[in-house]
């Protein structure tokens, strides 16, 4: 949401969500875990992207297994 308020369009491709999704699925964990695998390799990624201007503000920018594996 914060990405989106900023003017950046983000869209996560079906098997990029799901390899982040079974990667932090830790039941024994909760959330917390969920949480470090999204902030990790994530939002890590897109702040890469975003400092190296492969990014734009306005442009649909998606995410694929290959960027978060």
């Not at 949401?1 to 830790?26: C, H």
């Amino acid at each position: 949401a914060k990405m989106k308020e900023e003017g950046y369009n983000i869209s996560i491709d079906s098997q990029a969500l799901e390899f982040l999704v079974q990667a932090g699925y830790k039941p024994e964990f909760g959330a917390r875990e969920m949480r470090r695998i999204f902030q990790d390799k994530l939002e890590s990624f897109l702040a890469n992207k975003i400092l190296d201007n492969s990014i734009k503000k306005g442009e649909l920018f998606t995410v694929s297994l290959a960027d978060v594996k």
